[in-house]
């Protein structure tokens, strides 16, 4: 347990001089994400002893529903997942004025984790890159948006806009922070056009937002890996390779 969460850790040793906090999307098990860490370190070599990825469990069990080791960061409202089984775009757009039940804990409860991670490791808030996928990306965006320091840098994978209110308030605090986003065009879960919505508040707030969509549904997509690979390297000093 770390921060009151289940974690797993992933690294090729050494003391890291980054560390990756990856949160995994609603109705995945905890370790969804873990195979990350070393499709990276196969892309990247140069990662190696340097950055240190984590993988925090989400605290509600999916299992009374039927979902075996399903995880979920907070349970989605009767009218969102009937919104979602109907298709129903529209009631899906109007979710990005809506602050989830359940992110508040959520929000507390990544926010210890990263505060542990900073004393353990002796590094700064400056040096965490925070990220996920779909919920656990929508989660990364609100502590990104409120942490006491920016971190390194925010992955998006898949995520949405959500609580827009408040985050288009938060949002221009963070002015120059790197944002890699990817989204799949035919995303039947959550829309494309409020994952363009989430870019233009980053952008408009001054954000820098390394957007990518590709021809896909909901799904973390090779360009989103050598994105994340090429994110980390540079913050490492490594040299870019070409693409």
């Known amino acids: 347990m770390n921060g009151h969460l289940r974690t797993r850790v992933v690294d090729r040793g050494g003391a890291p001089s980054l560390v990756a906090v990856l949160c995994h999307g609603f109705g995945a098990p905890g370790d969804d994400l873990v195979p ?67 992110l508040t804990r959520a929000r507390r409860l990544l926010m210890a984790l990263v505060a542990e991670l900073t004393r353990e490791t002796g590094l700064p808030y400056g040096r965490l890159v925070l990220g996920g996928f779909s919920q656990g990306a929508m989660l990364a965006t609100d502590v990104a948006l409120r942490l006491e320091e920016p971190p390194a840098a925010l992955a998006v994978f898949s995520g949405t806009l959500v609580n827009e209110a408040e985050w288009a308030e938060r949002a221009p605090r963070r002015k ?37 969509p590709f021809d896909g549904g909901h799904g973390l997509s090779p360009g989103a890996l050598e994105g994340l690979g090429q994110l980390l390297a540079d913050f490492l000093d490594i040299p870019r390779q070409p693409r």
């Open 176 to 212: 120059g922070l790197r944002v890699l986003q990817s989204h799949g065009r035919a995303d039947p879960l959550l829309p494309f056009a409020n994952a363009e919505a989430l870019r233009d508040l980053f952008t408009g707030a001054g954000l820098a937002v390394d957007f990518r």
């Open 36 to 102: 990350v860490a070393d499709e990276l370190f196969d892309l990247r070599p140069e990662l190696a002893g340097k950055v240190r990825f984590v993988f925090p469990e989400a605290p509600l069990s999916m299992a009374d529903l039927g979902l075996g080791p399903g995880r979920a960061w907070w349970m989605l409202a009767p009218e969102h997942l009937a919104a979602i089984q109907a298709q129903d775009v529209p009631a899906m757009l109007k979710m990005r004025h809506e602050t989830p039940e359940g």
